[in-house]
């Protein structure tokens, strides 16, 4: 049984250029959670989707990055013109529905911008 | 608005030793408070939750946390550090019947000396 899986794991990326992040919940999950962490400090929510539905997008910044979860395949992280502000570990977390307070967490894809 | 504050950014005692974290939530209403480790390189992987069942809450690996409302507490502990035991931890809170999004501490690094 399959974690949650996440890639790639690392990706690095020049100031300008686009990152997509990937991740693929665990089988049976049908909600998707999106968070950052910067060094030294704890995650920060981005966004929660369902399967074709953003249920909240409250923690994405409102420029330059998007997220889907489409009906099939894994869910997307997106950011375009990367910064270097942007480099930090992104992690994907996934819970069955209505059980929002037990989240799998994938391993993180680590993004560095030169 | 919820918050969280972990004392200490590190941890550091013997192997045998008591383990002790400290987490101090803040909230307006009823919260549910959660425990997370993360391994190096790794996602975060759930500890032990409190969602206003029993105050003592025994999680994983030995860990528990207790609950103590008129401190505003929810110390995570183990009788005996191990080796294994060095990570991350971090504690989360989110509001019962608000947001469904939990808010991070900056984490706690506990280091276990042999």
């Known amino acids: 049984n399959a974690g949650v899986m996440q890639n790639p794991r690392h990706l690095v990326r020049r100031r300008g250029q686009e990152a997509r992040l990937r991740c693929s919940p665990m089988k049976g999950h049908s909600h998707v959670y999106w968070y950052r962490q910067l060094p030294e400090e704890g995650l920060k929510f981005m966004v929660y989707l369902q399967k074709e539905n953003i249920i909240d997008e409250s923690g994405m910044p409102k420029e330059r990055f998007s997220a889907e979860f489409p009906k099939e395949g894994p869910s997307i992280l997106r950011i375009q013109q990367v910064v270097r502000g942007d480099s930090a570990a992104y992690f994907c977390?996934?819970?069955?529905?209505?059980?929002?307070?037990?989240?799998?967490f994938g391993p993180g894809t680590r993004l560095t911008v030169l | 608005a919820q918050s969280v504050t972990q004392l200490g950014s590190h941890v550091s005692v013997s192997e045998g030793a008591l383990v002790l974290l400290r987490c101090n939530y803040s909230?307006?209403?009823?919260?549910?408070l959660f425990w997370y480790v993360q391994y190096p390189n790794q996602g975060l992987q759930l500890l032990l939750k409190y969602t206003s069942a029993a105050t003592l809450v025994k999680g994983i690996n030995g860990f528990e946390a207790e609950f103590k409302k008129s401190e505003t507490s929810f110390h995570l502990t183990k009788p005996s550090a191990h080796m294994s035991d060095a990570a991350e931890y971090f504690c989360a809170v989110r509001v019962a019947g608000g947001s469904y999004i939990p808010t991070f501490g900056r984490g706690t690094s506990l280091i276990v000396h042999p």
């Open positions: 909230s307006s209403v009823p919260p549910y």
């Open positions: 977390a996934s819970s069955l529905s209505g059980e929002v307070d037990t989240q799998y």
